[in-house]
Structures are given as structure tokens and as C-alpha cells.
């Protein structure tokens, strides 16, 4: 829009005439003085119109005025341009909005869920609900930050695969032209197929679980962050999964997260302590229960200082066909999750990388290695030690804001209920 100013940038115009674009966000009428508090990607500003106008909340407006410091009494310490207003002259409105089915001026948006969530683009305007998405950002951005700089390329993996990854009965099965094939559960297999190729890769990819359960904490498609990397140990992914998770988090810059050493447990060691600090027992089971992760992260930072903690050595049993046994115990495996404010926001593990021992644990896992063909390819021709990670986006976000719904922060939340709308309309 030629000559637009951003909101914020009229802190520097005071005395000067602007023309700032953008949402009406509030309207309050004093008697003959029109009030608007306008928004736009910047920032938001209040306008004062002397002359009656038919504005309502989401207008789309251009409005031209001068820009005049607030008097003293009337000055808003909780907005950056607080100590200023626009006083307007003239209006063009680009966009008329219908009456909004809810207030959104308020200093909450005071909605239930559904609600929520049924008026998604108009919720996803309201301030604080599109500060998630920022920080959402972020995460992601942080995330790409440090994969680069551990040097994995960034790699885009099909979400159609003619095989379920991570096993289980949750998977989308989808019409492929005249056959059936899978949404893929991760990018576990492509990840894998490309440390041959560029040893170090990272991905961004969606991950479609047709999880049956409705939880605050599964979605049906969710994003996951992954790292894969050829030549490791499990030591290394250990310090590298460390790694990414706190350089992700400490991107945000959000001040509130325990940074301490990460402790590290195994699964036993985590019941240990568990059945050590409350009395509950469940020292033979084969995953820590949501109580369980709760508690051991209640513990990491009060002994620790830390808001995160690295649980290792899950029963082979329970972990998908590509973990590696533990060779000292082959009951258990090399596998790791990361826990942070009391969720899993991490998964992973080293990798069987021998091809033999690959083909088995497929068929010890009740599948066909015929339906693995080009994932077996890369193990057939030459695959170093590896292994990698997967963190949950949707988890992140959740738990460093404090939300109590994952579908709070996903943009457009699916889940046995919901594409977009609800299915039971
Ligand atoms: P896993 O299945 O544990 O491992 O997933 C890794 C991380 O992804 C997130 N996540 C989910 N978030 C929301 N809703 C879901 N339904 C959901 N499922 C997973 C979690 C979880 O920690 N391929 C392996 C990873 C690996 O070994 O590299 C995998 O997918 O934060």
C-alpha cells in the first residue's frame, strides 16, 4: 500500500501525518469521540475519530492522521506505542467484516475449545492465541538453526509410503490409484535411507498417527523435527539430542526454562526413583506412564535444576523393528526419550544398521521385509552405525507455553473429531 506506515514505527512520527493499514480490533464510543484500537503485523495503536463511522471489529481499514503523544494520564504502559495515538482524517475501509459470533476485544478471548477451534481463522487473529504461533515459530527456526549447524542438509521425505513405519494399528491407509498405500507415521525410513547419502540429515515433516484415543496430548497429524546421523555411537546422540533439544528451546528466549544438566536415567533407574519419591510401583512396566513423567520431571528440577531430562534403555519389545538392542542386555535397547515439563517431547534411538539383523527384527516384528524393499537397499549396500531423533512441535509448544490442550497449538488441529470442522455435523 503506497505510503504505508507500520503501527509501531509511529513511535518515531510523533508530530507527523501517517497512513497506517490494518484490523480494527477494538471500538469504544465517548459520546461524540470514536475510539479504535487498530492493529496490524507490527503492533496495535489507538486511532480517535471525531466524526461518526460505521466501524465493527476485523474492518479492514487504511487510515490517515497525525500522530500525537497521549497526555500524561492517558497513557497505556502495557502496549509499545502506548504514549501515542492517531488522530484520524481520513478512512477508507478495504473490508467489511460480519458481526464476529464472539467479543474479541477482551483481554482474554473466554471460548471453550470447540469453540475455539470451530472459528479457527477468526480465533487465530486474537493476540495472545497468534503469540503461540510465534513462538511456534521459533521452535522451528531454532530447530533449523542448530541441525545446520551440526552440519545435517535438510531433506523433504514423502508422506505416502507403501509401508507402516513405527508398526501398530495407527495408520491412515489412503487410495493410491488402483491400490492401497500408507500415510507415513514419521520420516523415519527416509531419514535413515539418506545418511548413505549426506551422512547428516535433518527434516520438518508431518506425521499422520490414526491415534483412536482423544487425549490432550495425541493429534492425528502432528510435526515432527528429525535429526538422523551416520557415525555415531550412542554416547554421541546422546550429547547431540541434548543439544538440539536445548538449543531449540533456548531460540525462544523464553526465560522462564531450568537449564541445568540434563540427567540422564534408564527406564529402571527412572521407577527406581519414582517408586522411591511417591510409593508407586511400576518398576516392571515396559514405559513410564503420563504420571510417571510428570513425577521424574518434578524431580529433574528440583535435583537438578533442569526442566528436561534424557530416559534411556526401553524393552526392545516395546520400541519399533529399527532400534538397536542394547548388546550388553539385548532385552533392552538403545533408545532415548527426552522429557521436558513433565511430556515426551523426544523419541529415538540408535539404529540396527547390519542388514541381516534388520530383515529379522522386521519379521520378529510380525511384518514383511518385502513391504521394506528400497528402505533394505540403503542397509544392502553399505549403512555406517547411525541413529537419530524426533522431536514433537505440537509438544514443545505446549509445554513451554502451558498449554492444556495440544490442539491449542496446532494451527489447524486434526484429531479423531476434527478436519477443520467437526465431523459429527
Ligand atoms: P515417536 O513416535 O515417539 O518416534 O514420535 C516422536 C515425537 O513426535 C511427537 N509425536 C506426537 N505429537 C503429537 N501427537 C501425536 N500423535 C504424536 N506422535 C508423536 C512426540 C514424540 O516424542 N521415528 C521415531 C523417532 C526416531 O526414532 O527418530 C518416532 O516417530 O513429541
Not at 471500538?27 to 471525531?50: E, M, N, Y
Not at 510465534?134 to 523433504?156: P, S
Not at 547431540?240 to 537449564?259: H, N
Not at 528402505?375 to 509438544?395: I, N, V
Request: negative net charge; glycine residues 6%; aromatic residues 8%.
Amino acid at each position: 500500500m503506497e505510503g504505508r506506515s507500520l503501527i509501531l514505527d509511529c513511535n518515531n512520527k510523533i508530530g507527523e501525518k501517517v497512513k497506517i493499514c490494518g484490523w480494527v480490533q477494538v471500538r469504544r464510543d465517548h459520546g461524540k469521540i470514536l475510539f479504535l484500537d487498530v492493529l496490524d503485523r507490527s503492533g496495535i495503536i489507538q486511532v480517535v475519530i471525531t466524526d461518526k463511522q460505521d466501524l465493527h471489529p476485523q474492518d479492514v481499514v487504511c487510515i490517515e492522521g497525525k500522530v500525537n503523544k497521549r497526555p500524561e494520564n492517558l497513557v497505556n504502559k502495557n502496549i509499545p506505542t502506548g504514549e501515542i495515538e492517531i488522530s484520524a482524517e481520513n478512512i477508507e475501509v478495504l473490508s467489511k467484516a460480519e458481526e464476529l459470533p464472539f467479543d474479541m476485544g477482551g483481554k482474554e478471548l473466554d471460548l471453550q475449545l470447540p469453540t475455539l477451534l470451530d472459528f479457527r481463522s477468526l480465533t487465530l487473529r486474537y493476540p495472545k492465541v497468534k503469540e503461540i504461533f510465534r513462538v511456534q515459530a521459533k521452535i522451528l527456526e531454532g530447530f533449523r538453526k542448530i541441525a545446520k549447524e551440526l552440519d545435517c542438509v535438510e531433506i523433504v521425505v514423502p508422506e505416502i509410503a507403501a509401508s507402516s513405519t513405527e508398526g501398530g494399528a495407527e495408520v491412515f491407509k489412503v487410495d493410491y490409484f488402483d491400490h492401497k498405500a500408507f500415510l507415513t507415521q514419521s520420516p523415519q525410513l527416509y531419514k535413515q535411507m539418506l545418511v548413505p547419502v549426506f551422512e547428516r540429515v535433518f527434516t520438518i515433516a508431518h506425521a499422520f498417527r490414526a491415534e483412536p484415543s482423544v487425549t490432550t496430548r495425541h493429534l492425528a497429524v502432528a510435526t515432527q523435527m528429525d535429526c538422523e546421523f551416520g557415525f555415531v555411537d550412542f554416547e554421541d546422540l546422546l550429547d547431540l539430542l541434548e543439544k538440539v533439544g536445548s538449543e531449540t528451546l533456548k531460540y525462544t528466549q523464553d526465560g522462564s526454562i531450568a537449564f541445568g544438566k540434563i540427567p540422564r536415567l534408564t527406564l529402571r533407574e527412572t521407577q527406581e526413583i519414582i517408586f522411591k519419591e511417591t510409593g508407586r510401583d511400576n518398576r516392571k512396566e515396559k514405559d513410564l506412564t503420563p504420571q510417571d513423567e510428570v513425577d521424574i520431571c518434578n524431580w529433574a528440577l528440583k535435583n537438578h535444576k533442569s526442566d528436561l531430562v534424557t530416559i534411556t534403555h526401553f524393552p526392545t519389545k516395546a520400541k519399533p523393528f529399527y532400534t538397536m538392542p542394547d548388546p550388553k542386555d539385548p532385552q533392552y535397547s538403545l533408545s532415548y526419550d527426552l522429557l521436558f515439563r513433565g511430556v515426551e517431547i523426544m523419541s529415538g534411538s540408535q539404529r540396527i544398521n547390519d542388514y541381516e539383523q534388520l530383515v529379522e527384527s522386521i519379521i520378529s516384528h510380525g511384518m514383511d521385509p518385502k513391504n521394506f524393499e528400497m528402505y533394505l537397499q540403503a542397509f544392502k549396500y553399505g549403512m555406517p552405525p547411525e541413529g537419530g531423533f524426533s522431536f514433537g512441535l505440537e509438544r514443545m509448544t505446549m509445554h513451554l507455553l502451558g498449554l492444556a490442550n495440544i490442539r491449542e497449538a496446532s494451527l489447524f488441529p486434526r484429531d479423531m473429531e476434527r478436519v477443520d470442522v467437526r465431523l459429527s455435523k
